[in-house]
């Protein structure tokens, strides 16, 4: 149950796109398509940002898309705003029918 | 509206137990699966339990298995984290959440802090 790969820290500028990956094993994210997103301000809890790979629960903002290439989810954040600087987590479900999360991202909006 | 509230949480000396309870409403709760994930003080998200909507299946992750039980009770509204031979490393704010119908966890809490130290 090792943790999903994220990259420690992306950052960019406002009006911007970034990706954020999120790399696993053919135990997990490669396992299935029900890798999901969360994002987190400093003090709260998350917030649900993605389901399934590329579905986004009501009231989240289109700029939000996720995709997925083999073992690897992907994040993207387009037309990059300033209340989008928070940290980021990918999870998904195993064959073993337990859930692992990513390492988090930290995003910044310079 | 859906709202989660943990509480349980506080100080403990290592080795010893604690229960989390985490009362739910605003939905059916007996419809739904339930999670605990955690937060180690400037860490990651981990995730620890997942129960089924009737309790029927439950599955831990391997940091907390054989020490941890989850468990709830639907004519309660209630789930619940049964803490045992605790260590420094289960120090962390501990979540209760939902579980979507899609594999995600789509309602948190707003955490319990637990404190394992000397």
């Known amino acids: 149950q090792s943790a999903l790969t994220q990259p420690a820290s992306v950052s960019g500028s406002p009006g911007q796109s970034i990706t954020i990956s999120c790399t696993g094993t053919?135990?997990?994210?490669?396992?299935?398509?029900?890798a999901s997103w969360y994002q987190q301000h400093p003090g709260k809890a998350p917030k649900f940002l993605i389901y399934?790979?590329?579905n986004r629960p009501s009231g989240i903002p289109d700029r939000f898309s996720g995709s997925k290439s083999g073992n690897t989810a992907s994040l993207t954040i387009s037309g990059l705003q300033a209340e989008d600087e928070a940290d980021y987590y990918c999870?998904?479900?195993?064959?073993?029918?337990?859930?692992?999360f990513g390492t988090g991202t930290k995003v910044t909006v310079l | 509206q859906v709202q989660l509230v943990e509480s349980g949480g506080g100080v403990v000396l290592p080795g010893r137990s604690l229960r989390l309870s985490c009362a739910a409403s605003?939905?059916?709760?007996?419809?739904?699966?339930m999670h605990w994930v955690r937060q180690a003080p400037g860490k990651g998200l981990e995730w620890v339990a997942v129960?089924?909507?009737?309790?029927?299946?439950?599955y831990y992750a391997d940091s907390v298995k054989g020490r941890f039980t989850m468990s709830r009770d639907n004519s309660k509204n209630t789930l619940y984290l049964q803490m045992n031979s605790l260590r420094a490393e289960d120090t962390a704010v501990y979540y209760c959440?939902?579980?979507?119908?899609?594999?995600?966890?789509?309602?948190w809490g707003q955490g319990t802090l637990v404190t394992v130290s000397s």
């Open positions: 959440a939902r579980a979507s119908y899609t594999y995600a966890v789509d309602y």
């Open positions: 605003g939905f059916t709760f007996s419809s739904y699966g």
């Open positions: 129960i089924w909507n009737d309790g029927t299946n439950k």
């Open positions: 053919s135990s997990d994210v490669g396992a299935y398509n029900y």
């Open positions: 399934e790979v590329n």
């Open positions: 999870s998904s479900y195993t064959i073993s029918s337990t859930y692992v």
